[in-house]
């Protein structure tokens, strides 16, 4: 927003060259321009949770403002409204334009100090601060709030000069320059305030002279406004204790907790005291990057509702760097300290997989995520069956492929298993293309699924009598016998043990090859879909003819969901599917051979 001063003269400020002496030449860059959803925002390495939008002509309704996300602060005219503060939201709306009377209301600048020196706090969750006109006013408002510890924490020797300078930029946009006698600064000090907002206006002032304000690039300009605020403020030894510390990601744990990944030539326990003064008591684990590949994991609150060894497994399981799923190069360490794989140049995830790894060891998955992901499941299951249903149903009807048919023997129940085969390879290309592991593609390990292979075996048999129609047709023709045990096999662990168990994997707790027994959340999910799945082959087709048969049906169900449980339990100790789809086979052998010799 254009300021009362912008029409008057301001030349009679000039700033001579000996009176620059308030200049810290050596002040670091702690302000940068970066990209986050294809949009760009200003940030201070010093505050990484802050993101500052400046964007020319930017408004926004009071009721759209005071219906914002938490965590949004609005600055002088951005929002058409009276200033206002949403402390439960924590929304702030810090303006001097509209819906005020300017004698008295405070500037943007002023309303901010008040507010940090009253004490409030930005760390912890992300803060966005939009703005639309970069003028000194809302530039000093943004260097405040991304200041906002070092002014409470008074790590400065200049907050005098800080607040001389805050008041009179108030005064003067609020009221013009004939009004600076109301600072009450003594003519030595006013000379001086006057001749930093000189400094700091040179730019602005040149530009709006030329005429090219508005063709300014704002986020350029509020950065480089930002940096000559730090020279004036910092003296050359207060900011000896800044770090070069990027922040590469950010995750929300649960119970006010989050977690950081960031990069720095910095040792885990130097930056500990840093980490702890930039992101405050909601800091809960740190994800430390000295270099390409390699990371140091930290947990900075010793109360955090787990340790890192939940936290290895789950990394040590979607690593494609980790050699095997067993042993070997891997994630490691103590339960509060560790790190990535030494070997073959480290880890090969980026920061966002690691901080979301994080995450699901220490949260909980939401049950509203679960259900998101089985109505998914559910929808791809149910894709894949129908396409197959209509293909194997219009497979015979073609008079070319029914010529085919009769040649070669081909039962459109094949037909249908080799669909599903078709669409959910298709599926597990596009969806585990990166982590075939995660979808069970993977060698076996381990051999304590071997306990289990002999009851598969068993089951797979036993769900068989309730299609021995199909198994006496099968049997009739030993080609087709054989593509049915490869094809039914195939078909059903591939859907069920490999894509949809897969889907729910990483939020989930599931087994290891050394892990204690459990059935997995996953494994549950993947025999109910199972069970349905095979009720609707075996038993639908028999109720057309026959009518419904209640009680079969139950069995029928019963014995697909216990053979799917089963089965999940092969697939999560091997993690591997080829193990089931074995089992799964020569329990089909075993039924074919039976009913032959019948």
Known sequence: MNDIRDSKEINSLEVKPHATSFINQTAPQ?????????????????????????????????????????H?????????????????????????????LRPFTLSTCEQVLVMILKGLDLRGPDWSVFANDPDLDTILAIWLIFNHVRIQQKEFGALNRLCALVRLEGIIDSHGLEMEALSGFHPKTLLKTKQMINYLRAEEVDLKSKGIWTQNDFLEHTALILHKVDRI???????????????????????SRIAVAVETKLGVYDLEPYLTRLYGESLGLVILRKEQGTYTLRIMDPFMPGDLNAVYKILNFIDPAVRGRSEGNK???????GGSPRGNGGTRLDPQEIANACKDAFHNPDFSVNVIRFIFSLIITSTIIGISIIISSNFLSNPWLGTVTRKIYIHSDLIFFISVIFFTVMSLNFLGRKRPWQFGLAAPVGKSWLILFPLVITMVIGIGIYFPYKGIKLVGNPE?????????????????RSLIHGLFVNANNIQGFSSHWFISFPSVVAAILYSVYM??????????????????????LAAALVLGLLSGLVRERSQSVFPVILSHGLGISVLIGKLHLA
Not at 38 to 44: G, Q, V
Not at 233 to 255: P, V
Not at 535 to 547: D, K
Request: charged share 25%; proline share 3%; aromatic share 10%.
């Open 30 to 70: 702690r302000y940068e321009i970066v990209e986050r959803e294809n949009k760009r925002i200003l940030i201070c390495l010093e505050a990484p949770n802050i993101e500052v939008h400046v964007e020319a002509g930017l408004t926004v309704s009071s009721s759209a403002a005071r219906k914002s996300h938490s």
């Open 72 to 100: 949004t602060i609005y600055l002088d005219g951005v929002v058409n409204s009276e200033p206002f503060l949403d402390l439960e939201k924590q929304i702030y709306n810090f303006d001097h334009h509209e819906g005020c």
């Open 233 to 255: 403020i910092y003296k050359a030894d207060e900011l000896t204790d800044f770090k070069d510390l990027k922040e590469l990601s950010r995750i929300d744990l649960g119970n």
């Open 331 to 337: 994630w490691g360490g103590s339960s509060d300290i």
């Open 480 to 496: 087709t016998a054989y593509l049915f045990i490869v094809a039914i096999p195939l078909a059903s662990e591939l859907l069920f």
């Open 535 to 556: 009720v609707t082959i075996l038993m639908y087709p028999a109720s057309l003819q026959n009518g419904f048969q209640a009680i079969a049906t139950i069995e029928c």
